[in-house]
C-alpha cells in the first residue's frame, strides 16, 4: 500500500508560480513511478505529467510542456510538480497517483491516488 498526500495549492494570479508537493508513506516508493493528473469542473480527469521510478525519464502533455516540471526526492518519498506562467485554465484539483516502475498517461493504469489539492489561476 501507498498513501499519497498532496500540498501546495492555492490561489495565484495569471503568470505566477506554484510548487505541489506529494508525499509518500508505505512500502518501496522508490520503486513506483508518479503522476500528476488534474480535474477541472465539469471536465474529466486529465494527465498532466509522469516520471519514472528512477526520476531520469519524464512526460509531460502538450499543453504543459516548457511550463511545468516534475521532479521526485527518493530519499524523501516526494515527487514535486513545478508550475511556472500558471493560466486560468491551469485552475483544476491536482492529484498525484502512482502505479509500479512507468509512468503513463492514463488514469486508470495507477493504483494509487492522493485526495488532490486544489489550484486556481485567476485572470
Known amino acids: 500500500q501507498v498513501q499519497l498526500v498532496e500540498s501546495g495549492g492555492g490561489l495565484v494570479q495569471a503568470g505566477g508560480s506554484l510548487k505541489l508537493s506529494c508525499a509518500a508513506s508505505g512500502r518501496t516508493f522508490g520503486s513506483y513511478a508518479m503522476g500528476w493528473f488534474r480535474q477541472a469542473p465539469g471536465k474529466e480527469r486529465e494527465f498532466v505529467a509522469s516520471i519514472r521510478w528512477t526520476g531520469y525519464s519524464t512526460y509531460y502533455a502538450d499543453s504543459v510542456k516548457g511550463r511545468f516540471t516534475i521532479s521526485r526526492d527518493n530519499a524523501k518519498s516526494t515527487v514535486y510538480l513545478q508550475m511556472y506562467s500558471l493560466k486560468p485554465e491551469d485552475t483544476a484539483v491536482y492529484y498525484c497517483?502512482?502505479?509500479?516502475?512507468?509512468?503513463?498517461?492514463?488514469?486508470?493504469?495507477?493504483?494509487?491516488w492522493g485526495q488532490g489539492t486544489q489550484v486556481t489561476v485567476s485572470s
Open positions: 497517483a502512482a502505479r509500479p516502475t512507468i509512468g503513463t498517461t492514463r488514469d486508470y493504469d495507477y493504483d494509487y
